[in-house]
């Protein structure tokens, strides 16, 4: 971690303009995709929060790291040609197969304390139930399933989206759920479905056939390409070549010192494995 923080400080040193931007749109990206999946800004402070973060400390640890990254790629001028990208999309299939998707919306009644995860009484259970089958009846005559689940539902990532998830494969979900879920077609409404968190009631949106990935698609969750996706992974697999030898470089110049005797001795055991600023993801997004 500590060579980890001098990379990104030297490199911060000799960013420019362009490099800075990379690094916000980054840091921008990054946190849209972790506000969509906390389903709300209330959700993602408090998820940030129980982890001793606010926003304003995430989003200067990513524009940093990001930053730092984009000005190491182009100090070592690291350039992906097309050919690169073909090359790795022909020599990794598995990457880039996307399996059964669907799409739903859902309402959940919650029969465990959202605290404490312990069951409820059994009379505060069968009253869910009844509110479940209130609700399910509601859905069935006509009723706005969105405007329903805002009212109802007691799930505060997708409450506030009318109870709308991403789109889902299979194994990712609670078995009793998935199984429901991908059982319906066309618009409908499930019955009333138990799982571990209490009462749900699912509403068909749409579903994916599986598929293989195309370069000109986008990664799943992202507005990213799967071209673009590549291009990265391949950009920072050069970077992590080139690297540490640069890095090396860097730190003999600037005179670093580390004067805690323990982290010296800990840095030196580490000598042979520099860190690169930034890591990459799979570029089919899994």
Same mark, same amino acid.
């Given at each position: ?16 303009? +362009? ?5 916000? !749109? ?52 690291? *350039? ?5 990208? !073909? ?16 799409? *739903? #919306? ?7 304390? @959202? ?5 409820? @009484?059994?009379?505060? *259970?069968?009253? !869910? #139930? ?12 006509? &009723? ?26 299979? $194994? ?8 429901? +879920? ?5 618009? &409908? ?8 968190? $209490?009462?749900?009631?699912? !509403? ?15 990664? @799943? $969750? ?6 673009? #996706?590549?291009? &990265? *992974? ?13 890095? +090396? ?34 570029? $089919?997004?899994?």
């Amino acid at each position: 971690m500590l060579e980890r923080l001098i990379d990104t400080k030297l490199l911060l040193q000799k960013a420019n303009d +362009a490099d800075n931007a990379a690094g916000t !749109k980054k840091a921008n990206d990054a946190l849209a995709t972790l506000l969509e999946r906390a389903g709300s800004q209330d959700t993602l402070d408090m998820q940030l929060k129980a982890s001793g973060m606010t926003e304003a400390d995430l989003r200067t640890k990513f524009m940093q790291e990001a930053t730092a990254m984009a000005t190491l790629q182009r100090v070592l001028n690291v *350039v992906v040609t097309p050919d690169d990208i !073909k090359k790795f999309y022909d020599g990794h299939p598995s990457e880039f197969e996307q399996p059964e998707m669907v799409h *739903v #919306r859902h309402i959940l009644l919650m029969t465990i304390d @959202p605290t404490t995860h312990q069951p409820l @009484p059994d009379d505060a *259970v069968k009253a !869910k #139930r009844k509110e479940a089958d209130d609700v399910l009846m509601k859905a069935r005559s006509g &009723e706005d399933f969105a405007k329903l689940a805002g009212e109802y539902s007691e799930d505060p990532t997708t409450k506030d989206k009318g109870g709308e998830l991403s789109p889902f494969s299979r $194994g990712q979900m609670l078995p009793e759920f998935e199984a429901a +879920a991908f059982a319906l077609t066309n618009n &409908e409404i499930s019955d009333v479905v138990t799982t571990m968190y $209490g009462y749900h009631i699912i !509403k068909f949106i749409d579903k994916t056939p599986a598929k293989t990935l195309t370069l000109t698609d986008t990664v @799943p $969750g992202t507005d990213e390409t799967i071209s673009d #996706r590549i291009k &990265e *992974v391949i950009s920072q697999q050069k970077t992590g070549d080139l690297a540490p030898a640069y890095l +090396a470089t860097l730190k003999k110049a600037a005179d670093v010192q580390i004067t805690d005797p323990d982290l010296s001795a800990a840095v030196d055991a580490l000598s042979n494995t520099n860190a690169v600023p930034a890591a990459g993801a799979a570029p $089919g997004g899994k």
